[in-house]
């Protein structure tokens, strides 16, 4: 499959790009503003809003597929690429990307990957552009082939067709309280995130954390239907480290005080602490998570920050550094890789979530789908935005869809046998 021409087009992020370092030293709010200055390298304020480059590849029959390029919402947060420019990625892709895209065949998904994402002067390509050509690169693969995304994923990948649905995950953004209830009314599988990212939302030694997560617990009882027991996971951005302290026996110490508190439910706790590197991330969580495992503790960590790349997911699966490894899609770069760490942690018997971030865009999040599908990943978030329903809804109807895509095949390969 040819590809003739490519086309490349400005976009918006479906939510911000904010500076974490900034917003956790403890600045102040205006409206939806953050007062005081940047901290983080690249910022022109705290908040920028999301922006996106689209990439079109026009294939031999005239059809255009399209994939985005953007960043994650904390960019060049815990070894993560730098704040997203979409003047310089322009350039870089214009230059060095289209050329090999028109060099390509496209009906051959991972061939094509190898083949455009090679180093360019001795450095690998922005995590961006291959985020975004990729997720171009699977939509053509698929349109040869005239199959679903989810399919292509399959075959290059040696695996049987999906059956099951992969558990969604809503995260609620600052409207904490309206957005849970919208979660236990639409019957989320895992939720509400919480954005626990500042002192203010963490409290003195973790208790307005604590009682927020009891009210949570209360609240799914309270208007959720009888049998709904969701899966409540927390991202709390590093700070029982920076409350509580970073040694291990103590952050485990809490980590239980909290599961302890919502007898019944399971309890993810996303980035207890950020050790400064990955190395040290790795050796620090392997040891929260052998004092979890030790106790029976209803609880599970999560590491994002310090985890990347595919490179970085295979460390902390080998090391068993994480009860699930958030495989946050834009910051892996190519979709290929995405799938690829969903593998790796099924190896190595670690949970798998397909994350990503709000400052994606709804083609972004429909690719992530056919990956988390076909992979099996134990779990997928509800994106892009911050607004609940409508990340949910582009997730979830995108999968609901694919699995009916896929019966419906394997009902005629039955009938025709």
């Given at each position: 499959?040819?590809?003739?021409?490519?086309?490349?087009?400005?976009?918006?992020?479906?939510?911000?790009?904010?500076?974490?370092?900034?917003?956790?030293?403890?600045?102040?709010?205006?409206?939806?503003?953050?007062?005081?200055?940047?901290?983080?390298?690249?910022?022109?304020?705290?908040?920028?809003?999301?922006?996106?480059?689209?990439?079109?590849?026009?294939?031999?029959?005239?059809?255009?597929?399209?994939?985005?390029?953007?960043?994650?919402?904390?960019?060049g947060a815990g070894g993560r690429d730098p704040l997203f420019d979409v003047d310089q990625i322009k350039e870089l892709t214009t230059q060095v990307v289209v050329p090999r895209l028109l060099n390509a065949d496209a009906g051959r998904f991972l061939e094509a990957c190898s083949s455009t994402f090679q180093p360019f002067e001795g450095k690998r390509l922005p995590l961006s552009i291959e985020y975004g050509v990729s997720q171009a690169l699977l939509s053509a693969a698929a349109q040869a082939a005239k199959s679903t995304m989810s399919e292509v994923?399959?075959?290059?990948?040696?695996?049987?067709?999906?059956?099951?649905?992969?558990?969604?995950?809503?995260?609620?953004?600052?409207?904490?309280?309206?957005?849970?209830?919208?979660?236990?009314?639409?019957?989320?599988?895992?939720?509400?995130?919480?954005?626990?990212?500042?002192?203010?939302?963490?409290?003195?030694?973790?208790?307005?954390?604590?009682?927020?997560?009891?009210?949570?617990?209360?609240?799914?009882?309270?208007?959720?239907?009888?049998?709904?027991?969701?899966?409540?996971?927390?991202?709390?951005?590093?700070?029982?480290?920076?409350?509580?302290?970073?040694?291990?026996?103590?952050?485990?110490?809490?980590?239980?005080?909290?599961?302890?508190?919502?007898?019944?439910?399971?309890?993810?706790?996303?980035?207890?602490?950020?050790?400064?590197?990955?190395?040290?991330?790795?050796?620090?969580?392997?040891?929260?998570?052998?004092?979890?495992?030790?106790?029976?503790?209803?609880?599970?960590?999560?590491?994002?920050?310090?985890?990347?790349?595919?490179?970085?997911?295979?460390?902390?699966?080998?090391?068993?550094?994480?009860?699930?490894?958030?495989?946050?899609?834009?910051?892996?770069?190519?979709?290929?890789?995405?799938?690829?760490?969903?593998?790796?942690?099924?190896?190595?018997?670690?949970?798998?979530?397909?994350?990503?971030?709000?400052?994606?865009?709804?083609?972004?999040?429909?690719?992530?789908?056919?990956?988390?599908?076909?992979?099996?990943?134990?779990?997928?978030l509800a994106k892009p935005g911050m607004g609940v329903d409508e990340g949910l809804t582009i997730v979830g109807n995108e999968q609901n869809r694919l699995l009916a895509v896929l019966e419906r095949a394997r009902t005629q390969t039955g009938n025709n046998a």
């Amino acid at each position: 499959m040819q590809i003739k021409d490519v086309i490349l087009t400005r976009g918006n992020g479906a939510f911000f790009y904010d500076d974490q370092a900034a917003i956790r030293a403890g600045v102040n709010n205006d409206g939806f503003l953050y007062v005081g200055e940047p901290l983080t390298p690249g910022f022109p304020s705290i908040r920028v809003p999301a922006s996106c480059l689209s990439v079109g590849l026009v294939l031999a029959d005239e059809t255009i597929v399209w994939g985005d390029m953007m960043g994650v919402q904390y960019s060049g947060a815990g070894g993560r690429d730098p704040l997203f420019d979409v003047d310089q990625i322009k350039e870089l892709t214009t230059q060095v990307v289209v050329p090999r895209l028109l060099n390509a065949d496209a009906g051959r998904f991972l061939e094509a990957c190898s083949s455009t994402f090679q180093p360019f002067e001795g450095k690998r390509l922005p995590l961006s552009i291959e985020y975004g050509v990729s997720q171009a690169l699977l939509s053509a693969a698929a349109q040869a082939a005239k199959s679903t995304m989810s399919e292509v994923v399959c075959r290059e990948f040696g695996l049987a067709l999906p059956q099951h649905r992969v558990p969604i995950y809503c995260q609620s953004g600052d409207a904490r309280e309206i957005n849970v209830d919208k979660m236990i009314l639409k019957g989320v599988d895992v939720l509400p995130h919480g954005l626990i990212n500042a002192r203010t939302k963490f409290g003195a030694d973790g208790q307005t954390f604590i009682d927020f997560v009891k009210w949570v617990a209360r609240r799914v009882r309270q208007i959720g239907q009888p049998e709904y027991t969701p899966v409540l996971h927390f991202d709390v951005y590093g700070w029982i480290g920076l409350e509580i302290g970073f040694d291990p026996q103590k952050i485990s110490d809490f980590i239980c005080r909290v599961a302890d508190t919502v007898p019944g439910f399971i309890v993810n706790i996303e980035s207890p602490a950020d050790f400064g590197s990955t190395q040290a991330q790795v050796d620090n969580y392997a040891k929260i998570v052998a004092i979890l495992d030790s106790r029976g503790a209803r609880a599970r960590v999560v590491v994002d920050e310090q985890c990347n790349t595919l490179d970085d997911v295979r460390l902390f699966a080998e090391a068993k550094a994480a009860h699930l490894v958030q495989i946050k899609a834009p910051d892996v770069g190519s979709i290929a890789d995405t799938a690829q760490a969903v593998l790796i942690c099924k190896a190595n018997h670690v949970g798998a979530y397909v994350g990503g971030s709000c400052s994606e865009t709804e083609i972004s999040a429909r690719a992530t789908v056919h990956v988390s599908v076909a992979t099996q990943a134990d779990m997928m978030l509800a994106k892009p935005g911050m607004g609940v329903d409508e990340g949910l809804t582009i997730v979830g109807n995108e999968q609901n869809r694919l699995l009916a895509v896929l019966e419906r095949a394997r009902t005629q390969t039955g009938n025709n046998a």
